[in-house]
């Protein structure tokens, strides 16, 4: 359902909608309605359609957390950040994160990773996120091997955690790293 309200889908079919009123208008007679209708209209679809053939749909978004929560005021304002992107229409990429994961290497020309679902975690640590990735044209290995450095590239004082949910999917866990955690309930305390 949420696929039918895409901001392409949109734009096309009310560019769609215009054209048709006008080309109705012109056969008709009404050179008033006909004329803006037209040149307003066919731009209109013609640009609904352009978006629709680079259209990146939202990740699945998994258990919402309220904004008003504490563990979410807690968070890294980059975790925020990031789940705001994944779980909006995205337009002219090919996957979400897509200059995150070239920058880690952990990209492919042909056959990009790509993020199907987000879901916001509640733990002791903290406030976290899990993300299900296809791994597509890149190993799991090479996800392994750049481990330590992922929760450090997302925000300051994360921890990867890495764990295959099939052959070709695997989960990207950011949590707060015990020493941050830790550290922060010392700061609490004083």
Known sequence: MKDLFSPGNLITVSGAALTVVGAIAYATGAANLSVPTLFYGFPIFIGGLALKTSE?????HLNKIKNDSESKKQAPPELIKLLGDVTRWRYGQKAHLDSSLQVLNLWDDDN??????????????????????????????????RKERLGRFFA??????????????????????????????QNDDN
């Open 56 to 60: 990146l749909p939202p990740a699945k």
């Open 112 to 145: 990009p990773p790509q993020l199907v679902e987000i879901e916001e975690l509640t733990t002791p640590k903290g406030y976290g996120l899990r993300l299900r990735f296809e791994t597509a044209g890149v190993s799991i290995e090479r996800w392994q091997e």
């Open 156 to 185: 300051k004082g994360l921890q990867a955690e890495l764990k295959p949910a099939s052959s070709e999917a695997l989960d990207l866990t950011l949590l707060p790293s015990q020493n941050d955690e830790q550290s922060r309930h």
